[in-house]
């Protein structure tokens, strides 16, 4: 396979990972154990924040980059991977959204509220990026006639 059809791969899985940290900490959110937070001091938005720079940041970076080296000649393979990961993208955040009314009163943040909106907007960018590149045609050679 080529590099493009690599990249695209690896961002589906960046973006899957993302996905799963994100539902997971908001999950451990929404019930702590009882002595929990006597014990040990949790605060979201560094763990937040560590999930965007190991997951969605490069995740983006590699859906660019096969989009620029796939963009000249179009590829519905690769525009339908990337799809994917826009849609993996979408629907996690979204889910992420719905469990914001069940978290506890003292991790209703800004970071935690702000965050499954901003990458459900990133998310639409990534769908159309795929979009394009399913529906580009590859360019024909100029004929020479002398």
């Known amino acids: ?5 690599w990249a695209s791969i690896a961002s589906v899985g960046l973006y899957a990972m993302f996905v799963g940290e994100m539902i997971s900490i908001y999950y451990f959110m929404t019930d702590l154990p009882a002595n929990f937070e006597f014990a040990v001091a949790f605060e979201p938005t560094p763990k937040i924040l ?3 720079s190991i997951g969605v940041a490069p995740a983006s970076i590699l859906t660019g980059l096969s989009f620029i080296l ?3 000649y179009g ?3 690769i525009g339908s991977i ?3 990961g826009g849609v993996i993208l979408l629907i996690g955040m979204a889910y992420c959204y719905t469990l914001l009314d069940k978290l506890v009163p003292s991790y209703v943040i800004d970071s935690v509220i702000i965050t499954p909106p901003v990458f459900m907007g990133v998310s639409i960018p990534v ?3 795929g979009i ?5 045609n590859k360019k024909r050679p ?3 006639y002398f």
């Open 50 to 52: 560590q999930f965007i």
């Open 1 to 5: 396979m080529s590099l493009e059809k």
């Open 70 to 72: 796939a963009k000249r």
């Open 132 to 136: 394009i590149l399913i529906k580009t």
């Open 127 to 129: 769908m159309i990026v």
């Open 75 to 77: 590829s519905k393979q």
């Open 82 to 84: 990337i799809l994917g």
């Open 142 to 144: 100029k004929k020479e």
